[in-house]
C-alpha cells in the first residue's frame, strides 16, 4: 500500500512538474525528502517490531505508524507550502 501511494504521489509530481515554477518545485523538493526520510525512519522501526514480541513490538509499532503519519503531515506541508509560493 505504502509502495502504491509513493508511486502515485510520484506520478502526480511529475505531472504537475510541467506547469509548476522552479521556486515551487524546490519548497516541495525539500519537504518531499524530510517526508521520504521519515518513512524511511519508519520502515527501520518496523523491521525492528518484527524482531520484537508482545509490548515492545506493539511500541515499535506505535512508534512506525506515528512516524508515518508525521511523514504524511510533512507532505502535505510541502504541497501547501509550494502553493504559497507558486505565481498567480
Do not use: H, I, W
Not at 524511511?40 to 512508534?63: P, Q
Not at 511523514?71 to 509560493?85: F, H, N
Amino acid at each position: 500500500m505504502k509502495t502504491f501511494v509513493t508511486v502515485l504521489g510520484l506520478a502526480g509530481l511529475v505531472a504537475l512538474a510541467a506547469c509548476d515554477s522552479a521556486k515551487e518545485n524546490q519548497v516541495e523538493n525539500a519537504y518531499e525528502n524530510q517526508a521520504d526520510a521519515l518513512d524511511n525512519r519508519a520502515d527501520n522501526m518496523e523491521a525492528m517490531a518484527d524482531n520484537l514480541s508482545g509490548n515492545a513490538e506493539m511500541a515499535a509499532e506505535n512508534a512506525a505508524d506515528s512516524l508515518e503519519n508525521k511523514a504524511d503531515a510533512t507532505r502535505e506541508a510541502g504541497e501547501a507550502a509550494a502553493d504559497a509560493v507558486e505565481p498567480n
